[in-house]
């Protein structure tokens, strides 16, 4: 097993990386627990594939557990779904020291992340993400929410959980596109603060997507080392976690723009949001113009989105985008703040950018469509 120690004081926790944990969760998630139960909340197709082996896990160690099953998708990550998990969860008497277990992808996570940092004023809980993308991204650092119609993850918490089982065995169950679109958080890990990282994955990203199970524990724990050692230096993001976010500036006004739905995979969008904060770098002519060429090279031998023309359906004119863009988190007195780079592997927060360049990234990107 891999532990990645994310030290928080009084809320540190591991993320804890290895084959077989699901099976094992009950002897890993006791030493926590003030009583033998625990309560799931996952979603239907994870509930399909996986939830029997939880809670077999779970009785092996004899912990009883209760499970709410929701809707997968999206569309989850909003307030009937929080309302339905919080009201659930009450009717079932859970107290402060219990644990909740959230128990599927980023969705998941983050809802039931939220649930339990409002319930009660706060509850603990245990992450369990089944994509990649939770795995090496949305189930560490302890951001929860859901989003609003204004935009994406607009309504949330910072709470952290008490454990991270990231089961690789469980990646091998999810779609090529669903693995490829978590894909999309790794990759940034490399375009913005490890370049060694970058040339890794440019090597031995094929193999890792077709199943080597050695390279994806590498690929998360690489990836779950560099976020946690961001939250570390500024959990809230005062500072300089605010660079998890390269291409989410873009990738997040491209979700609102596709409404949330199968046209655009939160991953795929911050993949094509990467690729977009590069070129709007070496316009800006911070980086070579030979970078973002780079790395919609690696997207594309990897199979994935890479630019607007990929995406189906109609989108915004290039303000209407940015119009999306203003509703983003990482506003600041009405000013955009942009996650730059001026290398792969080397990425900064900009306060005042050229919104007529990011205009002219925008404009070409879709003249090409």
């Known amino acids: 097993m891999t532990i990645v120690h994310v030290p928080l004081g009084t809320r540190a926790y591991d993320v804890r990386i290895a084959s077989g944990l699901i099976s094992r969760a009950g002897e890993e998630v006791a030493p926590l627990l003030n009583r033998p139960k625990v309560w799931i ?36 990550k909003s307030w009937p779904y929080l309302t339905q998990t919080v009201e659930w969860l009450l009717d079932q008497k859970v107290e402060r020291k219990d644990i909740v277990i959230a128990f599927g992808g980023g969705v998941i996570g983050d809802l039931v ?7 009660r004023r706060g509850v603990r809980f245990v992450q369990v993400p089944t994509s990649l993308l939770a795995q090496v991204d949305s189930s560490v650092g302890g951001k929860t929410g859901i989003n609003a119609p204004q935009g994406k993850n607009l309504i949330g918490a910072f709470h952290q959980p008490s454990l991270v089982l990231a089961d690789i065995d469980v990646l091998g169950t999810l779609t090529k596109r669903d693995f490829l679109a978590g894909y999309g958080e790794v990759v940034k890990y490399g375009g913005l603060g490890d370049g060694a990282f970058f040339e890794w994955l440019e090597t031995n990203g094929p193999a890792l997507a077709t199943g080597d199970t050695a390279l994806r524990e590498e690929a998360v724990r690489r990836s779950v080392q560099m976020k946690a050692d961001i939250v570390v230096r500024d959990e809230t993001e005062q500072g300089d976690r605010a660079l998890l ?31 977009l904060a590069f070129e709007t770098s070496a316009r800006l002519g911070l980086l070579s113009q030979e970078s973002p060429s780079r790395f919609r090279q690696h997207l594309s031998a990897m199979g994935m989105k890479k630019d607007l023309s990929d995406i189906d ?15 983003d988190k990482k506003v600041e007195q009405g000013k955009l703040r942009f996650i730059l780079a001026r290398s792969i592997g080397d990425a900064f927060v900009a306060d005042d950018v050229d919104l007529s360049v990011v205009r002219g990234v925008l404009d070409d990107a879709l003249a090409a469509r």
Do not use: W
């Open 245 to 275: 976010n390269l291409g989410h500036t873009f990738g997040h006004a491209l979700e609102a723009a596709t409404g949330y739905s199968d046209r655009l995979l939160h991953g795929e969008g911050v993949a094509i949001g990467c690729a």
């Open 113 to 119: 992340g939220f649930a339990a940092a409002i319930l």
């Open 41 to 76: 909340v996952t979603e239907a197709n994870v509930a399909k594939l996986h939830l029997a082996a939880l809670q077999d896990g779970l009785a092996d160690a004899d912990i009883a557990n209760e499970a709410l099953i929701l809707p997968a998708g999206e569309a989850t």
């Open 313 to 327: 359906g109609d989108l915004p004119d290039a303000p209407g985008l940015l119009e999306l863009m203003g509703q």
